[in-house]
């Protein structure tokens, strides 16, 4: 199976830490996230894996193939979507992807059978004919990814790919990406929680150059916390989850109610619920409140 192992990467700037000693690997088949606020180093990653700069040390290996030694083959082998693609507004979608197959110089057939692929993966059949100039940024941007698939790269950097893009298009391009995952390579930076979230299947959490967090999307510590609205006091509450594993994280009154928070981390959210209801105090609401995801970083950068 194609994978990607990167060891020991480090790049400073002028003595300054951009990334440090990082460690991981992309197998085929899998989305992979590499997540982190601004700054934490995202950018560095990807300029390195695809060839811009150089890293002070370490390696990056693609099915065994040294970037270092081999970068002609590596960069054949990737397709690229940088942040904001330069697509000339006078030509065609299928214009633009005819430029950009004669600019690489593919064979014609190879070309011909691509060009059909791409335009049916990235959804734009019905635009092959429309002047770039007037589609819409979510479809330039399925055309830029259309562009960046054209070769059949093995790999894939997506870097912000949703940035600008309302939650139509974001939704729309998020299938796309998902597709792409089941046969290739597949890394996407962003500093959006929920992107990797919704689109990937592991995530790589970078915070000041380092690695804090390489982890499969599923185990990201969402514990949900539960709202209950009730007319009782705080004590009587403290009373009677004794010894039951639920905490009040706050409390705030509300006229004759109270607002109150509560966490377990062994009962669900129906579990706390029964316990509740069995109480003679009137329930206004209870509900399931998510964490909030920059809470979520917090937890995993503070790990
Ligand atoms: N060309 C450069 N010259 C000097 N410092 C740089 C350069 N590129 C990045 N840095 C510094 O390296 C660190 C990591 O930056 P990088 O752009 O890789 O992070 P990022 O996670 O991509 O952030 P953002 O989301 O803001 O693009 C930052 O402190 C940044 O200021």
Redesign the pocket.
């Given at each position: 199976m194609a994978s990607l192992q990167v060891s020991d990467l480090s790049k400073s700037?002028?003595g300054?830490v951009?990334?440090s000693n990082l460690n991981f690997s992309i197998p085929k088949n899998r989305i992979t996230g590499l997540l982190?606020?601004?700054?934490?180093?995202?950018?560095?990653?990807?300029?390195i894996l695809t060839g811009f700069v150089q890293p002070d040390q370490g390696s990056v290996l693609l099915d065994g193939v040294s970037l270092k030694k081999d970068p002609q083959t590596i960069k054949q082998r990737l397709g690229y979507l940088p942040e904001s693609s330069a697509i000339y507004p006078e030509m065609t979608a299928g214009e633009y992807l005819d430029f950009l197959g004669n600019a690489r110089g593919m064979e014609s057939s190879f070309f011909k059978k691509r060009k059909k692929e791409v335009l049916d993966i990235c959804d734009l059949k019905s635009q092959t004919f429309s002047l770039t100039g007037i589609l819409s940024k979510g479809t330039r941007q399925r055309l830029a990814l259309a562009g960046a698939l054209l070769h059949d790269p093995d790999w894939v950097v997506l870097d912000?790919p949703s940035s600008g893009l309302d939650p139509i298009q974001i939704s729309h391009f998020r299938e796309i990406v998902r597709n792409l995952g089941k046969d290739k390579i597949v890394l996407l930076?962003t500093?959006i929680l929920s992107e990797v979230e919704e689109t990937c299947d592991h995530a790589l959490v970078?915070h000041k150059?380092n690695l804090v967090a390489d982890l499969p999307v599923s185990e990201f510590k969402r514990s949900d916390s539960v709202l209950l609205s009730a007319k009782t006091e705080k004590e009587t509450l403290e009373k009677i989850f004794e010894g039951k594993n639920i905490r009040i994280l706050s409390s705030e009154k509300e006229g004759e109610y109270s607002k109150f928070r509560l966490e377990s981390s062994s009962l669900k959210p129906e579990e706390i619920f029964e316990i509740v209801r069995k109480e003679p105090f009137p329930i206004l609401e209870f509900k399931i409140s998510q964490k909030s995801l920059e809470s979520v970083f917090q937890d995993l950068v503070s790990r």
């Open positions: 700037y002028f300054k951009a990334i982190g606020p601004n700054g934490a180093g995202k950018t560095t990653v990807l300029r912000e930076s500093h970078l150059g």
